[in-house]
């Protein structure tokens, strides 16, 4: 019997169809347990005390005074901290970074967890916290990305990104009859997702169970297993509902590991939840890059050469590099490409992997780049990036899955009404004489699938169980793959019940990157694969089934049958199969991910096309985004509505980035000075108007078996760029920096 089932007649029942949200309703209604909504019998409350410098070291705590407030029961310091199994500066995990987990008393950045204390109410360890007052010994900070010097680096993988190059860059410089040197600045970003980072820690003996949102559960446990000296196997993470995470929830923090530490030596149940203030520190961000971009092109418009080097922060501590340079990588057909990275180190925290990472700050100075290139050549924006678009990876040939970006251009400008923009700025006035500018922006984003597994029991009523422990950040996780996991049985989704988020169940691999759904997915599809498999064995190895000696015959799942392809009357039900067996229930497994040569066939990425119309006031430079298209291609869609959601928020991020997102440091103590909501600007309802979504098409059958890319990050690649762009139109200024202020627009 052939192993694989006709996908054509089984898959896209359920997947392709916009399913609402089967975890919405839990939301909704306060359902829904996040992680700090546990309050095990004899909770403690932790509160870490943040430093309130970024670089010396803490002189003086006064602990007595903290120990003295009614309802304090215990203040960890570096001086009494039990000790740790682990080393704080190993990395035990693909996602491990250096942690701060007390190991001194140095302070090398603003946030960082002091001390730590211990209460019986949440008022009563926040007050003991205050309560210590520390004292510090106060070096001088060096926060911005001239106050210590560029270095170089060996790539050396994940935090340590490499650079690319191909054919002479010399000569492309030498060769180029136009050409621009142009250099563009991103401000630090920071992570903040409505739920806040929380813990709540229980141990049983050498057994520990924690509650903590994490975007990649298994891995989580070992990491956490690895500073107690305990097996993975004996932590429990339980993560069923997580709101948001953007990268930052993938990687064990100090303050985490701190509340664990805590539970075991108090022997109860401890709860820590992070301030909104508290997210600007210890959980990564995006951080702070500097972009020279030499670009230069022949008498026919063709890009001679792109020469793109990244200048990103780290901290002084740990290694986090912000790959923006690999951006330049794999879209334009340039004769030659040099893409490089340097770091400086700063008095922050470390940076990390925040959505779209390197992308979406690359493409911030590639997209804007690319336009004054197009200024620079005399030609229209879109019609330069034709002239340009890369058939194939640069660099190493390999062809694309397909020519889907010339038809997100096409829609995109379609839809948007791109035919007859003015080539130059500043002409064009609505009928209440606002400044008005269009700019496009180019989106590509990698495809890339972790390794996962699930399980898929079918049941004797003809439902399904699916188990994984994949996670949902918000982007309707729950929902997707249970729809992958119904059509791999051939079953409706009111059949299947989906269990996920928990670390005791089959490991779902990482929800990050973009490649979440292709990797849980692909593993829930084998598994419903597996059994039916299985099925068919039984079936057609018994004489009393229809089925019987159907031997490499093609056989289909569809309501609750397994069915002969080619005689759809030869057909039994799978309650049937089971009975006649003797068996209440069948039991398959499946692995999501990609062999090896398949990437070293294909180059794999999602494409896409933003256009922006802004209007400026032309006398307050007041910029409002009225109006953003985007067109994209990712592969197979399997829910459209959530398809669309994730490509909105990735645009309006896009907005965030171009317009209002930067955290600020006092120069004198290093401090982010507006770390909370009042002053860390994201856009609301106000500044997002006329958003469109547009899916193209396409059928890519070599990154995966199901055909799946991701949507969560591109949509914020290539929308930066393109309000930068429009920007310009509309006012004959060019701002080289994100974000773009009323300030910068007004001065001379």
Same mark, same amino acid.
């Given at each position: 019997m052939s192993d694989t089932l006709s996908p054509q007649i089984r898959f896209g029942s359920n997947s392709g169809q916009p399913a609402t949200r089967r975890d919405g309703l839990a939301k909704v209604t306060g359902v829904a347990t996040f992680a700090a909504d546990n309050t095990p019998e004899?909770?403690?409350?932790?509160?870490?005390?943040?430093? /309130? %410098?970024?670089?010396?070291?803490?002189?003086?705590?006064?602990?007595?005074?903290?120990?003295?407030?009614?309802? =304090?029961?215990?203040?960890?310091?570096? $001086?009494?901290?039990?000790?740790? $199994?682990?080393?704080?500066?190993? /990395?035990?995990?693909?996602?491990?970074?250096?942690?701060?987990?007390?190991?001194?008393?140095?302070?090398?950045?603003?946030? $960082?967890?002091?001390a730590l204390v211990l209460g019986e109410t949440l008022e009563a360890a926040t007050e003991g916290a205050r309560l210590l007052a520390p004292q510090y010994e106060v070096d001088p900070v060096r926060v911005a990305l001239d106050d210590n010097p560029a270095t170089s680096f060996e790539p050396a993988g994940f935090g340590l990104p490499g650079g690319?190059?191909?054919?002479? =860059?010399?000569?492309?410089?030498?060769?180029?009859?136009?050409? %621009?040197?142009?250099?563009?600045?991103?401000?630090?970003?920071?992570?903040?997702?409505?739920?806040?980072?929380? %813990?709540?820690a229980q141990w049983d003996g050498d057994h520990l169970t924690l509650d903590t949102p994490s975007q990649a559960l298994n891995l989580s446990c070992a990491g956490f297993a690895y500073f107690f000296g305990i097996p993975p196997e004996n932590v429990t993470l339980r993560s069923p509902y997580i709101g948001g995470g953007f990268g930052s929830k993938a990687i064990p923090t100090g303050p985490q590991v701190l509340a664990i530490l805590a539970a075991r030596m108090t022997q109860r149940p401890v709860k820590l939840m992070f301030t909104r203030q508290q997210m600007f520190g210890p959980v990564g961000h995006r951080g702070a890059t500097r972009q020279r971009l030499r670009m230069g092109v022949d008498e026919t418009a063709a890009l001679t050469v792109i020469d793109h080097d990244g200048l990103a922060e780290t901290s002084t501590f740990d290694d986090f590099v912000e790959p923006a340079a690999n951006a330049s990588q794999g879209l334009y057909a340039a004769g030659a490409l040099r893409a490089s990275h340097r770091l400086v180190r700063l008095d922050v925290g470390t940076p990390g992997p925040m959505r779209a990472p390197g992308?979406?700050?690359? +493409? @911030?100075? *590639?997209?804007?780049?690319?336009?004054?290139?197009?200024?620079? @050549?005399?030609?229209?924006?879109?019609?330069?990036?034709?002239?340009?678009y890369a058939e194939t990876q640069p660099g190493t040939g390999l062809p694309y899955s397909s020519k889907a970006l010339r038809e997100c251009y096409a829609e995109g400008a379609a839809r948007f009404g791109w035919e007859g923009r003015p080539m130059e700025p500043r002409q064009m006035r609505d009928a209440d004489g606002l400044l008005t500018g269009w700019g496009m922006g180019t989106a590509l984003f990698p495809c890339p699938m972790f390794a996962a597994e699930a399980r898929a029991t079918l049941r004797p009523d003809g439902t399904a169980l699916f188990e994984t422990s994949a996670v949902d950040m918000g982007q309707g996780a729950w929902t997707v793959l249970a729809q992958i996991a119904a059509d791999s049985l051939g079953l409706t989704l009111d059949q299947v019940e989906?269990?996920?988020?928990? +670390?005791?169940? !089959?490991?779902?691999?990482?929800?990050?990157? +973009?490649?979440?759904?292709?990797?849980?997915?692909?593993?829930?599809?084998?598994?419903?694969?597996?059994?039916?498999?299985? *099925?068919?064995? #039984?079936?057609?190895?018994? !004489?009393?089934?229809? #089925?019987?000696?159907?031997?490499?015959?093609? *056989?289909? @799942?569809?309501?609750?049958? #397994?069915?002969?392809?080619?005689?759809? +009357?030869?057909?039994?039900?799978?309650?049937?199969? *089971?009975?006649?067996?003797?068996?209440?229930?069948?039991?398959?497994?499946?692995?999501?991910?990609?062999?090896?040569?398949?990437?070293?066939?294909?180059?794999?990425?999602?494409?896409?096309?933003?256009?922006?119309?802004? /209007? =400026?006031?032309?006398?307050?430079? $007041?910029?409002?985004?009225?109006?953003?298209?985007?067109?994209?291609?990712?592969?197979? %869609?399997?829910?459209?509505? #959530?398809?669309?959601?994730q490509l909105m928020g990735g645009m309006i991020w896009g907005t965030s980035f171009a317009l209002h997102e930067a955290a600020r440091h006092d120069p004198r103590s290093g401090r982010i000075v507006n770390a909370d909501f009042a002053g860390y600007h994201v856009p609301v309802n106000a500044d997002v108007s006329g958003l469109e979504v547009i899916t193209v098409h396409e059928d890519d059958p070599y990154v995966n078996a199901l055909g799946i890319k991701g949507v969560g990050e591109i949509g914020i690649v290539g929308t930066v760029g393109a309000i930068g762009n429009a920007i310009w139109h509309a006012t004959g200024k060019r701002v080289r920096h994100f974000p773009i202020r009323i300030a910068d627009l007004l001065a001379p």
């Open positions: 004899g909770l403690l409350y932790a509160v870490y005390a943040p430093a /309130k %410098i970024a670089r010396g070291r803490v002189s003086q705590l006064d602990v007595a005074a903290a120990e003295a407030h009614p309802g =304090v029961t215990h203040v960890i310091t570096p $001086q009494n901290r039990p000790e740790l $199994q682990g080393d704080p500066s190993a /990395k035990p995990t693909m996602f491990s970074f250096r942690t701060e987990v007390l190991q001194d008393d140095t302070v090398r950045y603003a946030g $960082q967890p002091i690319a190059s191909h054919g002479d =860059v010399e000569a492309g410089h030498v060769a180029a009859t136009r050409s %621009i040197d142009v250099s563009y600045e991103t401000a630090a970003q920071y992570h903040n997702a409505m739920e806040t980072h929380a %813990i709540v992308e979406a700050s690359g +493409s @911030a100075a *590639l997209e804007c780049a690319m336009d004054e290139m197009a200024e620079a @050549a005399g030609m229209d924006p879109l019609e330069f990036r034709l002239r340009n989906f269990r996920a988020g928990h +670390s005791a169940l !089959p490991d779902g691999g990482v929800a990050g990157g +973009s490649g979440h759904t292709a990797t849980a997915g692909g593993a829930l599809h084998a598994a419903g694969g597996d059994v039916l498999r299985q *099925l068919g064995e #039984l079936a057609t190895a018994d !004489p009393q089934s229809p #089925l019987y000696g159907a031997g490499n015959s093609s *056989l289909v @799942a569809r309501d609750g049958w #397994l069915l002969l392809e080619e005689d759809e +009357s030869r057909r039994e039900r799978f309650a049937d199969i *089971l009975i006649r067996a003797g068996q209440t229930e069948m039991t398959g497994t499946g692995h999501g991910g990609r062999a090896p040569e398949a990437a070293g066939r294909h180059a794999m990425n999602s494409h896409g096309a933003v256009f922006a119309e802004v /209007k =400026v006031d032309p006398d307050l430079c $007041q910029v409002r985004v009225t109006r953003l298209v985007g067109a994209f291609a990712a592969g197979r %869609i399997i829910n459209p509505r #959530l398809t669309e959601s």
